[in-house]
């Protein structure tokens, strides 16, 4: 059955990034000019998916006008003859069917993916999280998790191998066999929410992409809170297992976690110097700064 829909969980209150967080989305921020989640819908409808769902709270409404008409803006670039502009704005509007729903309480990922449940019914989804960017040129990441899903029809979760020092930060996987370059996925046989790194059976950490069956759903309604005291979806992803295969899949492209300061402004570095407008100057900049730091360090 192909994906059709996808779920972005936004809903987090993005501690990590206060005080610029206490009242604006960290989903908002900018990569540039651009903010995160839009480079995450694009990739979702890129992958072909057709129908998304963000998950938000009430003070997250930007989200919801971001991806809206905005008609007042739209007279204004017109009467101003700014048609590149106007194109810009109303293509945002037009980008994909995107609905939302809001997150009560925010009680977890787990929890917030089941605020989708309605929305998904009966077909596998995929899920992208709100403040993760992944750069495939060729590929989408979510895409890439869609065409194994096909293959397998079970679902798939997206891993990429992290230094020793990260394994306590993410879900990991112990997969039954070695996930290299020529086989990219394996089937898992456990799943462990930041585990220590003497429990961690691997150092393949799910980052951000996941493809599921619905069966994910009666779970999380049963799911009790795990690490951190939240309801996570690497404990009802493990209990899946129980009843299903589930696959990881080692998937191809350099992932940004925007939501933490460092992978904040690699983001931004690097979609600088891609940028034609910009990275002659922006180079130029850095070149400047760096030996400026490199003379003080020396002094
Ligand atoms: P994170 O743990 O990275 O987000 O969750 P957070 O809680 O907002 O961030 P910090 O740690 O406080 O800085 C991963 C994704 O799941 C969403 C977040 O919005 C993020 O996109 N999430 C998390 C929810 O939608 N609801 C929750 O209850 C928790």
Known sequence: MKVRKAVIPAAGYGTRFLPATKSQPKEMLPIIDK????W????????????????????KSSIENH??????????????N?????????????????YSVRQKEQKGLGHAILCAKTFIGNEPFAILLGDDIVVNQKVPAIKQLCQVFNEVNSSVVGVQEVPKTDVSKYGIVKPINNINKSKRFSEIVDMIEKPSLAEAPSRLAVLGRY?????????????????????????????LLDTQKVYAYNF???????GNKLGYLEATVDFALAREDL???????????????????IK
Request: glycine share 4%; proline share 4%; no cysteine.
């Open 35 to 38: 903010p995160t989640i839009q």
């Open 40 to 59: 995450i819908v694009e990739e979702a409808v890129e992958s072909g998916i057709e129908e998304i769902l963000i998950i938000t709270n009430h003070q």
């Open 67 to 80: 991806f809206d008409r905005s008609l007042e803006l739209e007279y204004f670039l017109e009467s101003k």
């Open 82 to 98: 700014k048609y590149e502009d106007l194109e810009l704005v109303r293509s945002i509007s037009n980008l994909a069917n995107i």
């Open 211 to 239: 493809v599921l069956t619905p069966e994910i759903f009666p779970l999380l309604e049963t799911q009790t809170p795990g690490s951190g005291g939240e309801i996570q979806l690497t404990d009802a992803i493990r209990r």
């Open 252 to 258: 191809e492209g350099h992932r940004y976690d925007v």
């Open 279 to 297: 990275k002659d100057e922006f180079m130029e900049l850095l070149k400047k700064k760096v030996n400026i730091s490199v003379r003080e360090t």
